[in-house]
């Protein structure tokens, strides 16, 4: 163990479809695999300016189509790695849930992580303090989303929200 002392670290939370990549809801449709991942470029603008202010970047998405069998976690990871690779590689760690309500198995229907919870942004965090040996104060950090379960999410976890189309607008003004 080398860690450096902690350091209080600002987080950006983002979620995935519709905030950072282009529509696909999380049953998968309108994607068929890696190759139709397109990002937005004032997504991928913003997460720069984060970073070289010395920020670290989660995306935190609900894929419960792989709980419901209309997506394989297979292509949901390669998926995934393609979102990374198209924003620069600006990500310090992306997670998703796999879980839905109404999946048959209760393994599959059952979890913390599914989207107002909060539990995919709280364990990266754990994650990245370990390896970064920094933490995540909720009022240093913004979670960005499109939709009304990642306001709540962000609420849960004591963190700044903001809409998707608001903080990619302000890129724009950043970039003229
Ligand atoms: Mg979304
Ligand atoms: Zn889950």
């Not at 068929?32 to 990002?39: A, E, F, L, S």
């Not at 754990?126 to 989303?145: S, T, V």
Request: include cysteine.
């Amino acid at each position: 163990m080398t860690h450096q002392p902690e350091k209080p670290t600002p987080l950006l939370v983002l979620d995935l479809d519709g905030t950072v990549r282009h529509g696909r809801d999380e049953l998968g449709r309108f994607v068929n695999g890696p190759d139709d991942v397109i990002v937005f470029p004032e997504a991928v603008e913003q997460m720069r300016q984060w970073k070289a202010h010395g920020g670290r970047i989660i995306g935190v998405s609900n894929q419960g189509g792989i709980a419901l069998g209309f997506m394989t976690m297979q292509t949901c990871a390669k998926a995934m790695m393609r979102t990374h690779e198209l924003c620069d590689g600006l990500f310090d760690k992306i997670a998703w849930c796999s879980h839905f309500p109404e999946a048959t198995h209760p393994e599959l229907a059952r979890c913390w992580c599914r989207k107002p919870s909060p539990g995919l942004l709280i364990e990266s965090a754990i994650e990245l303090a370990a390896r970064y040996g920094e933490y995540y104060p909720p009022h240093l950090g913004l979670f960005i989303g499109d939709r009304i379960e990642d306001q709540e999410c962000a609420r849960l976890a004591g963190f700044t929200f903001q809409w998707a189309t608001d903080w990619r607008a302000q890129a724009e003004v950043m970039q003229p």
